[in-house]
């Protein structure tokens, strides 16, 4: 058979986009690995009905609401090649697979890299984070940090600010803060350390201090890391589409990229600030673009 769209990625977009369409009654193959970018965090937060759910139990919801739509194939499997035919695409998976759709929509969000520090991922999603919006709350009022090697960082300082005042913002050896910038945060009795970060020390994923290359070290409860962000899908020599100036993939305004047919949803295109909630709204947005497109040629 040949789906009508399929989608590449099980994320709060791709999920999204797979209701709206399958509630448009068009056939859908939704494409998912399995390795949801947030599967270290330990609630979701920001999404109204949603607020605190864990992620696994998101997906369970997500996956028994979507399965009721008889047009909606879920296929657990990873991608490997994509190509354009005259009669759209042609995705093929790990296993050999071959996949034909009219449309595809390539939703499968961004990786994360973070700065290379000692003890990261044993605190990575019970003390450590890297949203405000997501995590701020659970560390309001409490000795907190951020570490970025991004010029933002200054941003980052004054929106935590917000959720504790009790600050040190950290460029781990970096020099990103202009001296007004200092001053500015020194201001408000934000400390600001420019001194390279050896460890993050402590016990059982809860953090007790930040260790420093020099030998000294600050006591936080938690914090927050920034990362860089970078492209998942790895399917741009196979297809061609433009990418944006930060990496994403680029699209115009409804949705569709520079490869008739082909459409991203989600983180994939830079989404922001990332949030579940933003992606999902994506997913929706993009998925009646592509209903529109698909209706549209079925009447010409």
Known sequence: MIYECAIIGGGPAGLNAALV???????????????????????S???????????????RIAY?????????NHLQTEIVSVNKTAMG???????????RTKKLIVATGVKENFPLIEGFYSFYGKSLFNCPYCDGWELQDQPIFVV???PSI?????LLFNWSKDLVVCTNGLTLLSEVQKKQLQSKGITVIEKPILAFIGQNGRLEHIRF??????????????PQFVQSAPFRDQLGYELTKSGGIKTDESGKTSIPGLYSAGDASYVKPSQVVFAAADGSRIAM??????????FE
């Open 21 to 43: 369409l399958g509630r448009a009654r068009r056939s859908v193959a939704l494409i998912d690995n399995n390795q949801p970018r947030n599967a270290v965090t330990h609630a």
């Open 213 to 226: 290359t020099d030998g000294t070290h600050t006591s936080r409860a938690g914090g927050f890391v920034m």
């Open 289 to 298: 673009t592509v209903n529109m497109d698909l209706t549209e040629e079925e």
């Open 148 to 150: 970025s090697e991004n």
């Open 89 to 99: 695409y042609e995705v093929v998976d790990i296993s050999g697979i071959l996949i």
């Open 64 to 72: 028994k609401e979507l399965l009721n739509y008889p047009s909606v």
């Open 154 to 158: 200054f941003h980052t300082a004054k």
């Open 45 to 59: 937060h920001g999404f109204i009905t949603r607020d605190g759910i864990t992620p696994s139990e998101f997906r």
